[in-house]
């Protein structure tokens, strides 16, 4: 079943963009607790956030012989922090500096008994303003946060789907807050040449290990049109992976960025919004694909291959 047009929003990134950056340093906040607790997982799997019913959260991480979880509601709009042996706090989400919000949620970890040994500092960002000191970031539009989770809601559900073609090896479709983008990746089972690096205020080795193995990503950014756009890459770029033919019509790969970008409100405003992202992420897939040469046939598959056994004609067999 497709989503109606009309739940797929509108929103200006000029009209948001001061909530948008400082919303990006509250989830590397949240995202870098996450880290100094989860155990490796392969490309950094374990320091993303997740949409979630009400916004985004870091999921269970684990702490001692338990759990915690950090979630950003931007239904109700606050911080909450719940942890497994049933210990529970939170705080409004407002126009607040990052130095607050760093200090608020250090405090509600402590109040816990959950110690937060994070690197002070954002990364993938310049100027890297340590977050204690960090009193330039600091608006909140509530309805603008809201309206971006329901945009990260869409793209989620879409690229949710788009992922169960593929058997291979694949990401969860999960939020970064380094760069801000919600993404998904599949990989060919090949390994990748070194990256080199550069990204800004992060080490040349976090790369090497977020692309050690070839791959094709996809996700969306809040950047690169009007209201966002849709991305893909693949890396290394095979040849001719620039000139293959993608759709739909509006997406068009970006010289200065080195990907393909869709606008977001070139899907927002499509007949069928579902169908129109869904078309960009399998022929993006395919460029990247079909141009490198990858095992199609061992990596993918029809997620509907058993839907036929598990009908109920069928169920009682």
Same mark, same amino acid.
């Given at each position: 079943?497709?989503?109606?047009?009309?739940?797929? !929003?509108s929103l200006r *990134?000029?009209?948001?963009?001061?909530?948008?950056?400082?919303?990006?340093?509250?989830?590397?906040?949240?995202?870098?607790?996450?880290?100094?607790?989860?155990?490796? =997982?392969?490309?950094?799997?374990?320091?993303?956030?997740?949409?979630?019913?009400?916004?985004?959260?870091?999921? /269970? +991480?684990?702490?001692? /012989?338990?759990?915690?979880? =950090?979630?950003?509601? #931007?239904?109700?709009?606050?911080?909450?922090?719940?942890?497994?042996?049933?210990?529970?706090?939170? #705080?409004?989400?407002?126009?607040m500096? *990052?130095?607050?919000?760093?200090?608020? +949620?250090?405090?509600?970890?402590?109040?816990?008994?959950?110690?937060?040994?994070i690197?002070?500092? !954002?990364?993938?960002?310049? !100027?890297? =303003?340590?977050?204690?000191?960090?009193?330039?970031?600091?608006?909140?539009?509530g309805?603008?946060?809201?309206?971006?989770?329901?945009?990260?809601?869409?793209?989620?559900? *879409?690229m949710?789907? #788009?992922?169960?073609?593929?058997?291979?090896?694949?990401?969860?479709?999960?939020? #970064?807050?380094?760069?801000?983008?919600?993404?998904?990746?599949?990989?060919?089972?090949?390994?990748?040449?070194?990256?080199?690096?550069?990204? @800004?205020?992060?080490?040349d080795?976090?790369? *090497?290990?977020?692309?050690?193995?070839?791959?094709?990503?996809?996700?969306?950014?809040?950047?690169?049109?009007?209201?966002?756009?849709?991305?893909?890459?693949?890396? @290394?770029?095979?040849?001719?992976?620039?000139?293959?033919?993608?759709?739909?019509?509006?997406?068009?790969?970006?010289?200065?960025?080195?990907?393909f970008?869709?606008?977001?409100?070139?899907v927002?405003?499509?007949?069928?919004?579902?169908?129109?992202?869904?078309?960009?992420?399998?022929?993006?897939?395919?460029?990247?694909?079909?141009?490198?040469?990858?095992?199609?046939?061992a990596?993918?598959?029809?997620?509907?291959?058993? /839907?036929?056994?598990?009908? !109920?004609?069928?169920?009682?067999?």
């Open positions: 079943m497709t989503a109606p047009a009309t739940y797929w !929003p *990134v000029s009209d948001w963009t001061a909530t948008r950056d400082t919303l990006h340093m509250w989830t590397q906040i949240v995202g870098k607790i996450r880290m100094a607790h989860a155990p490796l =997982i392969n490309h950094w799997w374990q320091v993303t956030l997740y949409v979630s019913p009400r916004g985004l959260t870091t999921s /269970a +991480i684990p702490y001692r /012989a338990g759990a915690f979880e =950090i979630e950003f509601d #931007f239904v109700g709009h606050r911080l909450d922090v719940r942890s497994s042996d049933g210990g529970a706090r939170s #705080f409004p989400l407002r126009p500096p *990052v130095a607050e919000f760093y200090s608020r +949620i250090l405090h509600e970890l402590d109040e816990l008994g959950i110690d937060a040994p690197h002070p500092y !954002p990364n993938e960002v310049e !100027p890297a =303003i340590p977050f204690a000191e960090d009193r330039d970031h600091a608006s909140y539009d309805e603008a946060a809201a309206l971006f989770w329901r945009q990260m809601l869409q793209a989620n559900r *879409v949710g789907e #788009f992922r169960s073609y593929f058997v291979g090896k694949v990401s969860p479709v999960h939020f #970064f807050w380094g760069a801000m983008d919600l993404a998904c990746t599949r990989f060919s089972g090949r390994a990748a040449p070194p990256h080199p690096g550069g990204a @800004p205020n992060c080490g080795w976090v790369m *090497v290990e977020g692309y050690s193995r070839e791959l094709s990503s996809c996700g969306f950014w809040p950047g690169g049109g009007e209201e966002g756009a849709f991305y893909a890459y693949a890396y @290394p770029e095979p040849d001719g992976f620039a000139d293959y033919p993608v759709g739909p019509e509006g997406a068009h790969f970006s010289a200065e960025f080195q990907q970008l869709l606008p977001y409100e070139t927002r405003a499509a007949p069928d919004p579902d169908r129109a992202l869904t078309e960009f992420l399998h022929t993006t897939y395919e460029a990247a694909a079909v141009r490198g040469r990858w095992d199609r046939a990596l993918e598959d029809d997620p509907l291959r058993w /839907a036929a056994a598990s009908s !109920p004609r069928w169920a009682s067999k």
